[in-house]
Each structure stands twice: as structure tokens, then as C-alpha cells.
Nanobody, 120 residues
Framework: QVQLVESGGGLVQPGGSLRLSCAAS????????MGWYRQAPGKERELVAA???????YYRDSVKGRFTISRDNAKNTVYLQMNSLKPEDTAVYYC??????????????WGQGTQVTVSS
């Protein structure tokens, strides 16, 4: 009953920018956390940025100063603004949301993934 729809990926040159969006829909009682992961070919999926229940954002070291995570609670949407993109940022980016359909059960949901390719 919870669906995550991602958008905003594409092909950009090094130094370019993209903004990813992830909108959650369904019978959502509450959202505990939202974040972004990425997975490059042949590599493990890694956490890029996230909001926790405390509201303090987390960024992995390789994207600090370049990426910004934000959210619109009224729209149940999380964004990832990516600036100064590098070829090593190339990956499929996945939205991740911890949401509950009731006061008792939290589950983890994933977006379909959106391709980000940084190449000249």
C-alpha cells in the first residue's frame, strides 16, 4: 500500500547538477525516515544521504559539500540535489522510506531506481 516513485535521473557532464525526487503514496500512517542509496555496477548498494527520526541529515563523506537532501512533509517527498557531479557518482539511485501503516508496524520501502550517469 506504499509506493515510492522516483524521478530526476539522467545523463550529465562532470560538474553538472541533477535533482532527484521521491514521492511516497498510499495509506501512510507515519514516516520514520527517508533516504537515498545508490548502486554502481558490480558494487554493493551504499547509503548516500538520509534523514533519521531525529531530523538531522546524514551524508557519506564522498558527497559532503556537493549533495543536499531535503524533504516536503506535506507531499511525503524527499529530494536529493546533486551538484558538482563526478563520474564516480554514476549509479542507480534508490529512494528508501521507513513508513508505517499503523501505530505498530514499520516497514521499509524502496523506489524503482533512477539512473544517474556522469560522463563527458
Amino acid at each position: 500500500q506504499v509506493q515510492l516513485v522516483e524521478s530526476g535521473g539522467g545523463l550529465v557532464q562532470p560538474g553538472g547538477s541533477l535533482r532527484l525526487s521521491c514521492a511516497a503514496s498510499g495509506s501512510i500512517f507515519s514516516i520514520n525516515a527517508m533516504g537515498w542509496y545508490r548502486q554502481a555496477p558490480g558494487k554493493e548498494r551504499e547509503l548516500v544521504a538520509a534523514f533519521t527520526s531525529g531530523g538531522k541529515p546524514y551524508y557519506r563523506d564522498s558527497v559532503k559539500g556537493r549533495f543536499t537532501i531535503s524533504r516536503d512533509n506535506a507531499k511525503n517527498t524527499v529530494y536529493l540535489q546533486m551538484n558538482s557531479l563526478k563520474p564516480e557518482d554514476t549509479a542507480v539511485y534508490y529512494c528508501n522510506v521507513q513508513a508505517s501503516l499503523s501505530a505498530y508496524d514499520f516497514d521499509e520501502y524502496w523506489g524503482q531506481g533512477t539512473q544517474v550517469t556522469v560522463s563527458s
